[in-house]
């Protein structure tokens, strides 16, 4: 998948650990490191997404949402990152 820059994706990875860190004192931010872990991992292994692709991360998601999390500012940011990765790639709609 097409990054804004290596800066841009090395601050999501960045998030995934921090989100993993913060799991250790407060169990509500797993499921954000979860996620997170999940989307970079999509991210880093397609080449050229498709509808597919991003159908699979508006799952996990909505899955996250479903679900009781931590709800921090970093995660909003990552969702920022995220869209600007999703838009870079073709995707139209605004996930946040």
Do not use: C
Request: glycine letters at 2%; proline letters at 3%; hydrophobic letters at 35%.
């Amino acid at each position: 998948m097409k990054k804004i820059s290596e800066e841009h994706f090395d601050r999501m990875r960045m998030m995934v650990r921090t989100f993993k860190s913060s799991s250790i004192k407060h169990p509500t931010f797993l499921p954000e490191f979860k996620a997170s872990k999940s989307i970079n991992e999509i991210i880093e292994s397609t080449i050229k997404p498709t509808e597919e692709t991003f159908s699979e991360i508006l799952k996990i998601l909505s899955e996250i949402d479903l679900t009781e999390h931590y709800n921090s500012s970093q995660w909003y940011d990552y969702k920022i990152h995220l869209n600007a990765i999703l838009r870079e790639n073709g995707f139209e709609k605004n996930i946040l």
